[in-house]
């Protein structure tokens, strides 16, 4: 059964730091992970998707890598900004089904 | 524009009484998801359903029902066998490989 963590739990940086958030995957036969970010009280919004055949993806200040063969994935983000506190939430989705398996989340506070 | 409706924002419910939250889709996706959030965990799978008339029960099935009539919606009633149902409810849709794309959720709060 795959299993997903996510540490730190709660992070709190000052504005302009740039920080790393974990992921890791007990199964590493996925087909894709997807990184969402969630505001309180609101639903989830995705920031990067990456395919189990591709290494990274980047979206402006945010970069995404994947090491599928150590169930690994990591969310890099760059001079961060007050506006950038939620909690982010790292998933997989297995090679056979749809199903996504999530992580508990990383609540994220960038203090100004 | 296209994306997922989930109505309604806040629901009540009293004992004993099933209660049926609303999750509508325009994105023409083929597989639909609902998943319960409480607080400090992660998202649980109640239910997906793949194609129109079929679903399968995720991790936490019971007490839940589902229905999938028509491609474009989904809905979760949340039966009185549902002893603890206060939760944050969202719900997804997805096609292919690309990812999921997430409602804004309903509140459900035992009165």
């Known amino acids: 059964k795959q299993e997903v963590t996510q540490i730190p739990a709660a992070l709190s940086v000052p504005e302009g730091e740039n920080l790393v958030l974990n992921c890791s995957f007990t199964?590493?036969?996925?087909?894709?992970l997807q990184w969402f970010r969630q505001d309180p009280g609101k639903g989830l919004t995705s920031l990067l998707l990456i395919q189990s055949s591709q290494r990274e993806q980047t979206s402006g200040r945010l970069n995404a890598s994947l090491d599928k063969s150590s169930g690994r994935s990591t969310l890099y983000i760059a001079a961060s900004q007050p506006g950038d506190s939620a909690t982010y939430l790292c998933a997989v989705r297995g090679e056979y089904g749809n199903k996504l398996v999530f992580g508990a989340g990383t609540i994220l506070r960038v203090k100004s | 524009d296209g994306g997922i409706t989930q109505s309604p924002k806040y629901l009540f419910r009293k004992e004993g009484q099933n209660v049926t939250l609303s999750c509508e889709q325009n994105?023409?996706?083929?597989?639909m998801y609902w998943y319960r959030q409480d607080p400090g965990q992660g998202l649980r799978l109640i239910y997906y359903s793949q194609i129109v008339n079929d679903f399968q029960k995720g991790d936490i099935a019971e007490g839940y029902s589902v229905s999938r009539e028509k491609k474009e919606s989904f809905p979760l009633t949340v039966t009185s066998a549902q002893k603890n149902p206060t939760a944050f409810y969202l719900c997804a849709s997805s096609i292919n490989s690309r990812g999921y794309t997430f409602g804004s959720g309903t509140r459900l709060t035992v009165v």
């Open positions: 199964d590493s036969a996925i087909y894709n």
């Open positions: 994105l023409n996706h083929d597989a």
